[in-house]
């Protein structure tokens, strides 16, 4: 019931700060984000139709998408989201925006949606849209980088807003807001480290890294332990992971055996599938 309360909580004020963080700032001088809010916002010039409005319709089919492709468990958290960000979105949008300077804006905006994003991830869900999207597509395409998906789509919407609002000065702004909400989201969940080396001991070894190989699409290995007290022979379960994952992570080894012993430590330089190469660009 804590657990409940405490994301709830999380759910909340998460989502009041991206809200906020679009109707307040980007979309009144607009600033398209990337990602479907985006999308949102470009489309609510064209067709006259608010911003959240837009945002909860665009994610209807993405949200069925997801309940095919990952169950209804898997995204009911993730609809409370869209719905409240949709009802907010609205909400905000009845007032005026806190300022027309299109850099403070591009800068506070990304604060409060990155600090938004962040806190609903805390929470255990997303915000839907782009993230359930490109889960998808990797299903099908593992070869494809997360981040180079993420980051394609993000510049693609960007570009757009350019042509659509006819100036491109605004859509080096939206620019500004995306790596800036990007990097408060990563300090808001776990500082500046770039991943997290996790360390699992576990009897469920099996079904742990089943799922983590599943519903996170990361890579595990298995190293060969034995118990000093037990003189018993374990599985460790040894995984690289990204910060914005580790709280997903956590939550399945909690399900799945509550008595098992977990490291983690940060990792600040990674080469390999997914990371850098050895000549220190990104795969």
Known sequence: MKKIIRNSIYIIFGTILYAAGISLFLDPNNLAPGGLVGVSVI??????????TLYFIL?????????????????????????MNSLLTDFFAGFDAITT??????LAGGILIGAGIGIIFR?????GGMDIVI?????????IKTGVLFFTIDMIIVAVSGFVFGNFNIAMYALISVFVSGRVMDTILYGSDEARLIYIISNKYQEI???????LDVGVTFLEGKGGYSNENKNVIMCVIRKQLTPRLEDIIKEEDPASFMIISSAN??????????????L
Do not use: C, Q
């Open 59 to 83: 994610n209807i089919p993405i949200v069925l998408l997801g309940i095919w492709k990952f169950g209804v468990k898997f995204m009911a958290s993730t609809t409370v989201v869209i719905v």
């Open 135 to 143: 889960k998808v597509i990797k299903t099908k395409y593992k070869h």
């Open 43 to 52: 489309l609510s010039r064209v067709l006259s139709v608010s911003t959240g």
């Open 269 to 282: 330089e990674i080469y390999g599938e997914g990371y850098k190469d050895i000549l220190g660009t990104r």
């Open 209 to 215: 890294s089943a799922r983590v190989l599943k519903e």
């Open 101 to 106: 300077e299109p850099i403070l804006a591009a």
């Open 123 to 127: 929470a255990g869900t997303t915000t």
